[in-house]
């Protein structure tokens, strides 16, 4: 399979073209001939026009690449090395919603043939490729895992906004379904993953792998937030206690905030939901999403206590809200915990206005049902500065004061503008 691709007799395909899939079509494209294959047309027509959709990649990063974008299934079908990176996200209820990777799966039961690779990189439970999309590949095809065509999982390390741990420069971890298709996928990642590649055992070992760097996170991150709320109660600020304790050598520097986004918020739900079906109740792992969950309600009902004691009526205070994205310098929305800010917020029948350098208007609108202010106002009871932009990092307390209220509060989930708020009240996570 190796020598077919590089010497571009076959074709490696990518299923799934979002902030996961583009970057790693693209950096194969540079190597060998790839197509990009989306289920969304508008989305492969700016692909086409070197437009990335995610705003991640900049039109540079089409150039001199190898690749064909389309949303056919007749010229997916060229393809002899098949990778899934389609989103894996969970519902209203935190249940896994495996309906993206199981479509995918069928678009490959449609098109695999006999000699053939398919690697996952979605992220999902251990067990779900082999238990959940690879019998949904050989029913529509008719062919067998491991005898018929070969199988992997990959997962995706992909940091949105980050220009520095690029894809070429993580580790990656391979695996396959038998001996042979883990030498072939691990040659294969190798041609772009220049900090080389780790071989897991099986599929299972490199699927727990991916579900537990991201549970580590989260529950290092509630650890943090629920630090905050009881130093807060003790009127300690905690971006100082980090600090200090940070001097020590293995101290692990995480800070508190808002946990959205569709890896760290979501992920370790796959693992409890999986837990759940084997009888197990992950007590440690959902304590700490019960606590991120719960800071959006928290850090609204902070601000709301500052404008009662300070101006009285609510229905009467204004609040600005800096950031909607899930993280700094990122125009992604999804699962943004931000929006939980505003609808706790209106919940108190405060009026919030949302501003935001990077964030679509029209996306949050209908994603959340609220868009972007065109001008910031001068008479916030409160500014809520909830990621830490790098535009927002330029500004000062002079800034603050000119559009907020005498007895406005700067409410600074992030801590960027600890020690240099003076003419405003101040308030962090």
């Known amino acids: 399979m190796y020598n077919e691709l590089v010497s571009k007799k076959e074709k490696l395909a990518v299923i799934g073209l979002g902030y996961v899939g583009l970057p790693i079509a693209l950096e194969f494209a540079r190597k060998i001939s790839v197509i990009g294959f989306d289920i969304n047309p508008k989305r492969v027509e700016m692909m086409k026009q070197g437009i990335d959709p995610s705003n991640e990649l900049e039109k540079e990063a089409f150039e001199g690449c190898d690749i064909t974008f389309t949303d056919s299934l007749e010229v997916l079908r060229e393809a002899k090395f098949f990778i899934v990176a389609v989103p894996t996200p969970v ?17 490959i039961g449609k098109v695999i043939k006999k000699g053939d690779y398919v690697v996952f990189e979605s992220t999902v439970y251990p067990g779900c490729t082999e238990e959940d999309c690879l019998p ?15 199988s992997g999982y990959s997962p995706e390390r992909i940091n949105p906004g980050d220009k520095t741990h690029t894809l070429a420069k993580i580790i990656k971890v ?26 897991a055992s099986s599929i299972k070992v490199a699927e727990a792998a991916k579900i537990i760097e991201n549970t580590q996170r989260d529950l290092n991150i509630a650890l943090m937030n629920e630090l905050s709320i ?20 293995n101290f ?26 084997l009888g197990y109740d992950a007590e440690v792992i959902l304590a700490g999403r019960n606590i991120n969950d719960n800071m959006a309600k928290y850090v609204a009902k902070s601000v709301v206590q500052h404008i009662i004691k300070n101006s009285g009526d ?83 307390d002079k800034y603050f004061s000119s559009i907020t209220k005498s007895h406005g509060l700067v409410a600074d989930l992030k801590g960027i503008y600890r020690n240099s708020i003076t003419n405003r009240s101040y308030w962090s996570l």
């Not at 029913?139 to 018929?148: A, F, R, V």
């Not at 009881?230 to 050598?249: D, H, P, Q, R, S």
């Not at 931000?338 to 949302?354: E, F, G, H, P, Q």
Request: glycine share 6%.
């Open 91 to 107: 519902d209203e209820h935190n249940v896994p919603d495996l309906t993206p990777v199981k479509k995918a799966s069928e678009t």
């Open 136 to 150: 949904v590949i050989e029913k529509l095809s008719g062919l067998k895992d491991i005898t018929d065509f070969k």
């Open 174 to 199: 391979v695996s396959g379904c038998d001996a042979e298709s883990l030498e072939e996928i691990a040659k294969v990642y190798e041609l772009v993953v220049e900090a080389g590649v780790h071989k």
């Open 230 to 249: 009881i130093f807060g109660m003790m009127n300690i600020n905690t971006y100082e206690v980090l600090e200090a304790a940070g001097t020590k050598w």
């Open 252 to 277: 692990l520097k995480f800070q508190p905030g808002l946990v959205g986004g569709h890896c760290i918020g979501v992920d370790p739900y796959y693992l409890t939901y999986k837990a759940s079906e």
């Open 314 to 396: 609510v229905k009467l205070s204004k609040v600005l809200v800096m950031g909607a994205t899930f993280k700094e310098n990122v125009s992604d929305i999804r699962n943004s915990k931000v929006a939980d800010v505003v609808k706790a917020l209106k919940s108190y029948y405060v009026n919030v206005d949302v501003q935001d350098p990077y964030a679509d208007s029209e996306e949050l609108q209908h994603e959340y049902g609220f868009g972007l202010v065109e001008k910031v106002a001068n008479d916030y009871d409160a500014v809520i500065v909830t990621v830490p932009h790098n535009e927002y990092k330029e500004l000062d």
